[in-house]
């Protein structure tokens, strides 16, 4: 009897645990797998919208199918909703959708700026990101309003998507920022004075070469040029000034009547560095300044093959550029 009535209670049990298992495995499929959405979608949540004023359109729209689980999930992750953009897969449950705007899993974009871009160039660059909005000038005393070359920092920013585009300068501008607060009391090389001496060669090596491992033999010549007192003459200072800031010349040649243009900036003309930086350097070329190599290198013209060939006196230095000149040559016939 006793046998009977606990094999009774027992199949009683594997009978509730088999109703549980079905339940759960129904309530899953409803609230993970079950779902209108068949196609990727993008939602906004605008500040001040309300939960129920959400899940009224996101029904409507057939991204849940149901507006009670949906405000229940919204209850379950605090009970508030985060405004902003989000991309939603197909076929995302409502506790995930739901999950999502209660935590402000807001879509992103990308934003990177290249090394040795100006400020001028990194505008035109933000203005064509569609996933930005706003202007990328300000008329205030704030400083991302009176930017400067050198003044931001090089990066790829991970920000939301419709985030303003003075809003990323104001993220690369504050990073540089910090990087200049870690390196104010560094030991500059002779004859380099501060940082700012220090981010005006950079900005020269940076625009040269993308070589990082070329970067701390061209800080070489340079500091070696500038401890002898004899002129830079490179030639992305003419550039520079040639473009009025902008920095490239979109294919034009740099032709020898253009090295005697009139600017400080002109490094040509002038001897030392420039006022200021001509580009916004990254860290490689930083570090390439603060590091240079211990050479005693004076010239350096382009191999061909995306490097430099280096010499230490002007007939070597002559001999190459012949072979430089060469190849350019058979390159434009």
């Known amino acids: 009897m006793k046998k009977r009535k606990l094999k009774t209670i027992k199949s009683y049990v594997k009978f509730l645990l088999a109703i549980c298992v079905i339940v759960a495995c129904v309530s899953f499929y409803i609230v993970n797998i079950l779902s209108p959405l068949k196609h990727p979608t993008t939602i906004?949540?605008?500040?001040?919208?309300?939960?129920?004023?959400?899940?009224?359109?996101?029904?409507?729209?057939?991204?849940?199918?149901?507006?009670?689980?949906?405000?229940?999930?919204?209850?379950?992750?605090?009970?508030?909703?985060?405004?902003?953009?989000?991309?939603?897969?197909?076929?995302?449950?409502?506790?995930?959708?739901?999950?999502?705007?209660?935590?402000?899993?807001?879509?992103?974009?990308?934003?990177?700026?290249?090394?040795?871009?100006?400020?001028?160039?990194?505008?035109?660059?933000?203005?064509?990101?569609?996933?930005?909005?706003?202007?990328?000038?300000?008329?205030?005393?704030?400083?991302?309003?009176?930017?400067?070359?050198?003044?931001?920092?090089?990066?790829?920013?991970?920000?939301?998507?419709?985030?303003?585009?003075?809003?990323?300068?104001?993220?690369?501008?504050?990073?540089?920022?910090?990087?200049?607060?870690?390196?104010?009391?560094?030991?500059?090389?002779?004859?380099?004075?501060?940082?700012?001496?220090v981010l005006t060669l950079a900005s020269i090596v940076q625009k040269e070469t993308p070589s990082v491992r070329e970067m701390p033999i061209v800080a070489g010549v340079y500091l070696n040029r500038l401890r002898i007192k004899m002129r830079l003459q490179a030639d992305p200072t003419v550039v520079y000034v040639l473009t009025d800031g902008y920095g490239d010349m979109h294919g034009q040649p740099l032709l020898s009547g253009h090295l005697k243009i009139q600017s400080p900036y002109n490094t040509y003309t002038n001897y030392g560095l420039p006022p200021k930086p001509i580009a916004n350097v990254g860290m490689s070329a930083i570090r390439a300044v603060l590091h240079p190599a211990k050479t005693k290198y004076l010239y350096f013209v382009a191999d061909g093959r995306g490097g430099h060939l280096f010499s230490v006196d002007y007939a070597d230095h002559q001999k190459k550029h012949n072979v430089w000149r060469q190849i350019k040559n058979k390159r434009q016939k």
Request: a positive charge.
């Open 44 to 197: 906004v949540i605008n500040r001040g919208m309300s939960v129920s004023y959400l899940s009224q359109s996101l029904y409507n729209r057939k991204i849940i199918s149901s507006k009670m689980l949906f405000e229940f999930f919204i209850k379950l992750n605090g009970g508030k909703i985060m405004a902003g953009e989000y991309d939603i897969p197909a076929n995302t449950g409502c506790l995930s959708i739901a999950t999502m705007v209660a935590r402000g899993d807001i879509a992103t974009t990308n934003v990177t700026i290249p090394e040795g871009y100006t400020i001028k160039q990194t505008k035109k660059m933000l203005e064509s990101i569609p996933t930005l909005n706003g202007d990328v000038n300000c008329n205030t005393d704030k400083p991302v309003c009176n930017l400067h070359d050198g003044d931001i920092f090089p990066d790829t920013y991970k920000v939301a998507r419709g985030t303003n585009r003075l809003a990323v300068l104001e993220l690369a501008y504050k990073k540089m920022q910090t990087v200049k607060n870690k390196f104010l009391s560094a030991n500059y090389p002779y004859p380099l004075k501060d940082f700012n001496d």
